[in-house]
């Protein structure tokens, strides 16, 4: 995984409150590499693996609701650079012209299927192709689109020296954020006052305390909160 030197960064990350991260990290460097084989090598496994799983779930998408079976949506990764994401559709057709671009409980946006999806993080697969395609890895700080990276403070571009993520440590804190946004009158204005500046600390800590071990732990605790939270749907049902 590529560090650029401190005098090659965008205007926009070089910044100073950023450089006591740029240094953590360039002290790391082999770690990063590992890093990144890491998610070449499991990316792939777990597309063979899981292989079948998609191909039924592209069906029941189609079958489910009109629309394609992918959403794409640009969001910005590493070095500020944009990019499209991949996810299994889980909305309606043109859902972001029905309701903007964050989804709160109960979206009524949201398919049959596509609740199924969600609540297991099943739609989050086709992100393997990112992370294959190098503008994502399995841990970093999820990405965001152009318009709330925009309004990140200097500290906070930070987060731009390392690919996006599909968890973190602040995904796993804030793996019920669609409940957080359920009355909000104006979801985009408390997302970033509020959600936002809070899931950055982790993120940002995430960095400081960056190593390949500590992401491997990440992983796993992603996998037993899913987990958790669907064996306490089971018992409350």
Known sequence: MLVREWEDLPDAIKKESVRKYYNTLNKKRLSLLNKRVFDIILAILIFIILSPI???????????SKGPIMFRQVRVTQYGKQFKIFKFRT???DAEQLGGQITTKNDSRVTRVGKIL???RLDEI?????????????????PEVVKYVEKYSDEMMATLLLPAGVTSKASIHYKDEEKLLVNANDVDEIYLKDILPKKMKYNLRGIEEFSFLGEIRIMFGT????T???RSRERNF
């Open 54 to 64: 998609f191909i039924i779930i592209s069906i029941a998408i189609k079958i489910d």
């Open 228 to 230: 958790k939270k669907e």
């Open 223 to 226: 996998v037993l909160a899913v």
């Open 118 to 120: 969600r609540k297991l």
């Open 126 to 142: 086709p992100q393997l192709f990112n992370i294959i395609a190098g503008d994502m890895s399995f841990v970093g700080t999820r």
């Open 91 to 93: 909305m309606v057709k």
